[in-house]
Each structure stands twice: as C-alpha cells, then as structure tokens.
C-alpha cells in the first residue's frame, strides 16, 4: 500500500481507460464478457449490514436490458426495519471511524483503488450485462471509480490545511473539519459504480459512516463497491450496504433521525422530494439534514454558423445518443444558428446511421438499450406522440431487448416535452435560431443547468460561451465525459444543490468545520498545579 503522504492532490492523475488498440486488450476484455456471459444469472446480492449478508423477505431482479430473459442478479430488498439496523450499525461504527486520522481514512481509499484495478475487466463485464453498457462506456465508468477514490483520498489530508485562521498576539486559533454524521448514499443506475463510488468515498474519506442504497436496476455492480472497501480494510459497519426499493429503503433513510446528511443522485423530482422530506424529518432529529443532490439535465449544445462541421457532428451525435442519451450530461436538445440548419440536421442523421445498435457484450456495439420496460415503453411513446418532424429515426435494432432508435425531431413548439422535459433517452431535439443572442436565449429557457456546449470558430462567440446556463461548459467539445480532477461535476438551479463532484466543497459539504481559539495572554506559569 502506498503512504498517504506519497499521493498529493497535486500528483493526481485520472486513470487511463483502456487502449483497446493495444496487443490482448480487446482479446482480454472478450474472455471476460465471456466468463461474465455465462455466470451471470441470478447472483446472489445480500444485504450486508456490519460485515455480514442479512436475509430479506424480498428481493428484487435486475435484467439484462439487452436480453431481458436473463436474471443477472437478484438482491436483497431492505425493509424499512433493516434501514434502522444499518443506521444503528452506522452511528456505533461513525464514532470510531471519524476517530481515524485523515491519512489512515487516505489509505483505505488507496486500498480500494487498487482492489478495482487488480479486478478491473471483470467488473466492467459486468457492467455491460447490468447496465447495457458498450465496452468503453464500462470501461470509462471504472475508471471513474478510481478516480474518486484517488482524489478524494489525496483532498481529505488537505482538507483541514485549506481552512485559513489567523492567529493574532495573544490569541492561537486552530481549526479543521470533523465528520458530519451518517451519511446516506442514494444512488442512480446509469453510472452504476463510478457516481455511487464518488458519493460513498468522499463520506468515507470524510469520516462518515455510510449506508448506500444503490438503484434497484444495477445492485451487482454496486455491491462491488462493498467488495473493494472490504478488500481495502474498511472496519466492518463503516459501509453498510441495503439495496432495496426507493420508496421503502430510500425513504426511511431519508426520514431516519439519526442520519445526519443524504447523498443523493437522481430525477429531479426524486431529488426534490428528498429535499422537502429531509427538511421535515429534521423536526425530530440531532441535525438539521443536509441533501446533496445532483439531478437531471435538459442540456443544450449550440452549433454555431461559423463552426466546423466534420468536429461538431460527430461529437453532437455522442454526446445525444452514447450509451443511448442516458447520461444526465447528454445533449437532448441542439441549436443550430444560421443557414446551414438542414446541413448539420442531415450530417447528423448520416453520422447516426452508423452505429451499430445491438447486444454490448459485442464489441462492435455503439448503441445498446436503455435501462428497463418502463424507460422502453415510455421512450417509443414519447416518439410516436410527438407533433414535431421525425427527421431521423434509425432503423435497424435487435429484435430482442430493450432498444430506442437514436431519433432526431424538429418544428416542436417551445413546450413540448421532447425540449422541456429530461427524456433521458436517444432523443434530440433540435431548433433553429437566428443569431448566437437567440441561440443563448434559447439555450438558457429552461429550469435545468446541468451542461451545455458551444460549437464556435469565433473568439468573440468563444468568449460568450460563460453566458450559456449551465454547471459544466463544454467549447468544441461534446458535454458528456466529464473526469475527475479537471472538470468538477454538477448543476445550477434544478440540476444540483451544489457541491460539485470531486472538489474540496464535497468534502466540506459532507464535513462540520471547528475552530478552537486559545488566549495565551497567561498570567504565569502555575507550576503548584500541576499534579
Ligand atoms: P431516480 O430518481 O428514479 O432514482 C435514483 C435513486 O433514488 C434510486 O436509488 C431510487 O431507488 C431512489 N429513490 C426513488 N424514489 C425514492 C424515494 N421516494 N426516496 C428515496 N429514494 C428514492 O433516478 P434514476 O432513474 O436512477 O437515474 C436517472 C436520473 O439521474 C436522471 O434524471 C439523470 O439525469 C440523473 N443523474 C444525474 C447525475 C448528476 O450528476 N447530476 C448523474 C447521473 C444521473
């Protein structure tokens, strides 16, 4: 295990994701698909309260949204009776771990980076079976997990340095950060193991105990995060695990009064919920709660007259439809300005018709399903009601599964649900403007601030580009792939609460800072006092 002191913040490197031009890479990551393809039906996913499997009356099926007769695993559903257990656990185990210096909390972190590391093409396999996720895509997400776990790891040895107190003649004032309480982690399906892992690790890091309630669509690969931590020598109760329904398992988190914070990653209307019951339950509670809640996105990429098409096209095409737009950083709605409105449309449409739609366990996937029934059902519908111009719709899909073609719709009105709402599928919008000042406008109608992109060969549109609203802003680049220690994560207004993800502040945030302030001003040494 490498020290603590070894890994400054500012040594930090992402992880490199996988070459897959490089001899055996792909050779290596197809056996593991393989071996994954023929275990994965109906693994066993328990409730791991204090170390140990705890049996539920329920449970709760994921599927192979590619292949829908395959049960990959089968969890464990926490009643509301189980939470309290795993928060019982939580508050005995918090004392002690907040008790553990920052550095020793660092070294854990590092512990489970290498455990996902040592383990890494079995993992992500099990991504793309869970998740529907193509190769890389469940590549990129573990690397991502790694990511959180060295960055956190580094920032919380510098967490307390970064609060500056003076100390004036007379008076020595230190301060710092303690752990704020348990921590619940609530967490969504579509980044599986790195946006749960980025939430458990910065409350780990931070001294919390936790209790992490991963989606009900993809506890397998959540539970992997059980398993590094447990690799790393987190002390048993520090992370409790209860997949389980939302509105069973989440809710009673949400109101327990012993949990001190919430984590949460989500809808916008689970995450405003959240807010509100948090609010109210702090009437019969220590703390006044505090929700950390990243949300959804109606994100827009403006392509502007002058930009350059052969850069723009391809990178609009995968940031709407990769991983099948179910990214909250996707664009689901673009804005073409000027004359070549049809061009970009038809390029577009051209560039889509590329991809190779099928199974992702296949390598040469590009598109694979979305999540579940509902997201399925829900997506064609919003297709086929839609009262603007289907100008694309791709044609050719697996016959089995859960697949949405990559579709692109324009002449919608401004309230249409296609641009007002988060569709969270492979569906883009798009609307002509006039000039970049309409562009922007219409870029910025909206209660979402998540991303946003600009295509622009101007200086003088370059450096407008902070006008668009929008947590994370993207210049002649597509708004997904955000990584870790370069673009801090998170929305403004309906998107997020704030902090961003990766970034001191989501330490703090899940931190109570102390100050201690000393009169030396002493009158003497009263060395008859002393015993
Ligand atoms: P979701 O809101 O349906 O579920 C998220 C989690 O909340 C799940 O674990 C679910 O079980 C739980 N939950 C549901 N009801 C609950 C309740 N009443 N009380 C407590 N917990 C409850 O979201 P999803 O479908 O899993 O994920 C997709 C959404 O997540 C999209 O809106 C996407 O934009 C958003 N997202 C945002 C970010 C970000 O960083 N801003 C990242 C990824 C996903």
């Not at 049996?55 to 559903?77: C, L, M, N, Q, Y």
């Not at 383990?119 to 990511?147: H, N, Q, T, Y």
């Not at 892992?197 to 993809?218: C, D, H, L, R, Y």
């Not at 989440?250 to 807010?275: Q, W």
């Amino acid at each position: 295990m490498t020290a603590a002191s070894s890994r400054s913040l500012e040594a930090y490197e992402p992880e490199a994701m996988r070459a897959w031009h490089l001899p055996g890479v792909v050779e290596r990551f197809a056996h593991e698909v393989e071996v994954a393809d023929a275990a994965l039906r109906g693994l066993n996913v328990p409730v791991t309260i204090d170390g140990r499997p705890v049996a539920t009356e329920d449970g709760i099926d994921s599927f192979d949204p590619a292949d829908p007769t395959r049960i990959v695993a089968r969890s464990g559903s926490a009643s509301a009776a189980v939470i309290d257990e795993a928060v019982a656990v939580a508050n005995r185990t918090h004392r002690l771990w907040s008790a553990v210096p920052p550095a020793g909390r660092a070294e854990v972190l590092f512990a489970a980076a290498d455990a996902l590391r040592a383990d890494r093409d079995r993992i992500a396999a099990i991504e793309v079976f869970e998740a529907g996720k193509p190769w890389s895509e469940a590549d990129g997400d573990l690397c991502e997990a790694i990511d959180f776990l060295e960055f956190y790891g580094r920032a919380i040895v510098e967490l307390d340095a970064s609060l500056v107190v003076q100390s004036p003649l007379g008076e020595a004032n230190s301060a710092g950060y303690r752990a704020r309480g348990v921590t619940a982690v609530i967490s969504p399906w579509n980044f599986p193991l790195a946006i749960p892992m980025g939430m458990v690790s910065a409350a780990i890091a931070a001294g919390n105990a936790v209790v992490f309630k991963p989606a009900e669509q993809t506890p397998a690969i959540a539970y992997e995060i059980v398993k590094a931590f447990e690799a790393a020598g987190l002390p048993e109760g520090v992370l409790s695990f209860t997949p389980g329904r939302g509105e069973v398992a989440g809710a009673r988190l949400v109101e327990h009064p012993d949990v001190a914070t919430i984590e949460f990653t989500g809808s916008r209307a689970v995450g405003l919920a959240i807010n509100q019951r948090a609010a109210a339950s702090s009437h019969s509670s220590r703390y006044v709660k505090r929700v950390i809640a990243e949300m959804g996105g109606k994100n827009a990429i403006v392509v502007d007259s002058d930009a350059d098409l052969d850069e723009a096209v391809p990178e609009v095409a995968k940031a709407a439809f990769g991983f099948a737009g179910q990214k909250c950083s996707a664009c689901s709605r673009l804005i073409v300005v000027g004359r070549r409105y049809d061009e970009v449309i038809e390029r577009l449409a051209a560039h889509a018709d590329t991809f190779i739609l099928g199974h992702p366990k296949d390598g040469a996937t590009s598109v694979g399903p979305v999540i579940d029934a509902d997201a399925h059902e829900r997506l064609l519908s919003v297709i086929d009601g839609t009262r603007g111009t289907v100008r694309y719709r791709h044609q050719r899909l697996p016959e089995t599964g859960w697949f949405v073609p990559p579709t692109i719709v324009d002449g919608l009105e401004s309230e249409a649900p296609l641009r007002r709402d988060e569709q969270f599928g492979p569906l883009l919008a798009v609307v002509h403007a006039n000039d970049l000042d309409h562009a922007f406008e219409l870029a910025n109608a909206t209660d979402y601030a998540l991303t946003a992109g600009l295509f622009s060969r101007s200086p003088d549109a370059i450096a407008r580009a902070g006008e668009l609203q929008a947590g994370n802003i993207y210049v002649n680049r597509g708004t997904t792939g955000a990584v870790v220690g370069r673009q801090p994560f998170g929305g403004m207004l309906q998107s997020g609460t704030g902090p961003k993800a990766g970034t001191l502040d989501t330490l703090r945030a899940l931190s109570s800072a102390w100050v201690v302030t000393e009169n030396t001003m002493r009158q003497g040494f009263a060395a008859d006092l002393v015993t």
